[in-house]
């Protein structure tokens, strides 16, 4: 099972892990990996180049640990805070299809999929 957790700040998403792996299929054939590691690099590379943030971490395999710096601009952070937003809302859809493979811990999160 892929294992998500959401950090927060007063309601602002800060950053987010994933870790495991759904098992849904072989690998190299899992959609549900591929969906989850898709979403997630996007994010990553996408507050990195968009908001100047330079490599941050380089994901290991089945591990990925992202968290916004706090010395970023107020421009920027809501920038990357769009962003985040956006893959999290993707995780959280892409969980209410496949609720037996993913588990999202979402400290004080508003999205829910019941």
């Known amino acids: 099972m892929i294992q998500i957790r959401i950090f927060r700040e007063q309601s ?32 990553v590379f996408a507050s990195e180049r968009l908001c100047q943030l330079g490599r941050i971490k380089e994901p290991e395999k089945g591990h990925l640990i992202f968290n916004l710096p706090t010395d970023i601009s107020k421009s920027l952070e809501q920038k990357a805070f769009t962003i985040l937003e956006t893959v999290i809302i993707g995780m959280y859809e892409t969980a209410k ?4 493979y993913i588990n999202i ?10």
Do not use: M, Q
Not at 19 to 38: L, P, R, W, Y
């Open 105 to 114: 811990y979402d400290e004080g999160g508003e999205y829910t999929w019941n």
């Open 12 to 43: 602002k998403i800060r950053g987010f892990e994933v870790k495991g792996h759904a098992d849904f299929a072989e690998e190299g054939s899992d959609i549900v990996c591929a969906a989850i590691s898709a979403l997630s690099l996007t994010g």
């Open 97 to 100: 299809n496949y609720p037996d």
